[in-house]
């Protein structure tokens, strides 16, 4: 026959209080877990209010950025505008005494340089600079520093004016080019010359011309 057992067998007053004192422990666990977490959010609150600052921060020095790339970019433009003034005041006044003196004798010269346009008024090509006399037209491209790209760009525009001119509107005469610059890198000064241009360098208050050799003139 099977023996039955007591519910309240073996439940003493040890086991009851060891009972409550672990409850207690995980009670003081949970709470000490719960003021963790506390400062934990805390802290990311503090942080999130500092990235918040810094973005704030990040976005003022990014506006002050754009103002003063827009002030750049204004005063890049202000100095394209000038550039024409460049053209006549630095380079102009010595530029025809140096042809001059290699026997060309020009009577003309425009410092402004000439607009090309199509038939449509369409700009397609800009002269900083043109020499002019009963045979010749030089054509002169100005710049700072000439780059090797320069060369190609000013080929361009000579076969433009040549057609330009071909087409009646100026007189045929022959059409040399010119490249001018108060920093010229030998690089780019060689490759000039062998691409048949004028060269113009700037010394001090005056202009330095060199010409190419004659089998290398170009003449469009």
């Given at each position: 026959?099977?023996q039955t057992?007591?519910?309240?067998?073996?439940?003493?007053?040890?086991k009851?209080?060891?009972?409550?004192?672990e409850?207690?422990?995980?009670?003081?666990?949970t709470?000490?877990l719960?003021?963790e977490?506390?400062?934990?959010?805390?802290?990311?609150?503090?942080?999130?209010?500092?990235?918040?600052?810094?973005?704030?921060?990040?976005?003022a020095?990014?506006?002050?950025?754009?103002?003063?790339m827009?002030k750049?970019?204004?005063?890049?433009g202000e100095l394209?505008?000038?550039?024409?003034e460049?053209?006549?005041?630095?380079v102009?006044?010595?530029?025809?005494?140096?042809?001059?003196?290699?026997?060309f004798?020009?009577?003309?010269?425009?410092?402004s340089?000439?607009?090309?346009k199509?038939?449509?008024?369409r700009?397609?090509?800009q002269?900083?600079?043109?020499?002019?006399n009963?045979?010749y037209?030089?054509?002169?491209?100005?710049k700072?520093?000439p780059?090797?790209?320069?060369?190609?760009?000013h080929?361009?525009?000579l076969?433009?004016l040549?057609?330009?001119?071909?087409?009646?509107?100026?007189?045929r005469?022959?059409?040399?080019?010119?490249?001018?610059g108060?920093?010229f890198?030998d690089?780019v000064?060689?490759a000039a010359l062998?691409?048949?241009?004028?060269?113009?360098?700037?010394?001090?208050?005056?202009?330095?011309i060199?010409e190419?050799?004659?089998?290398?003139?170009?003449?469009?």
């Amino acid at each position: 026959m099977a023996q039955t057992t007591n519910p309240g067998e073996g439940l003493t007053f040890e086991k009851v209080w060891a009972a409550l004192m672990e409850t207690r422990e995980s009670i003081k666990e949970t709470d000490r877990l719960v003021k963790e977490n506390a400062v934990r959010i805390k802290e990311t609150d503090a942080q999130m209010k500092e990235t918040a600052a810094q973005m704030k921060e990040t976005a003022a020095q990014m506006k002050k950025t754009d103002a003063q790339m827009k002030k750049t970019d204004s005063r890049m433009g202000e100095l394209g505008n000038r550039f024409g003034e460049l053209a006549e005041y630095l380079v102009a006044p010595n530029i025809e005494e140096k042809f001059n003196d290699l026997g060309f004798h020009f009577q003309n010269i425009l410092p402004s340089g000439q607009t090309i346009k199509d038939k449509s008024g369409r700009e397609i090509a800009q002269i900083d600079l043109l020499l002019e006399n009963g045979e010749y037209i030089v054509a002169v491209e100005i710049k700072t520093k000439p780059v090797l790209q320069d060369i190609p760009h000013h080929e361009k525009r000579l076969e433009i004016l040549s057609k330009f001119r071909n087409n009646g509107e100026l007189t045929r005469k022959k059409i040399l080019g010119a490249l001018a610059g108060a920093i010229f890198p030998d690089k780019v000064k060689a490759a000039a010359l062998e691409a048949g241009f004028y060269i113009l360098e700037q010394t001090g208050d005056t202009m330095r011309i060199k010409e190419p050799e004659k089998s290398k003139l170009r003449v469009w």
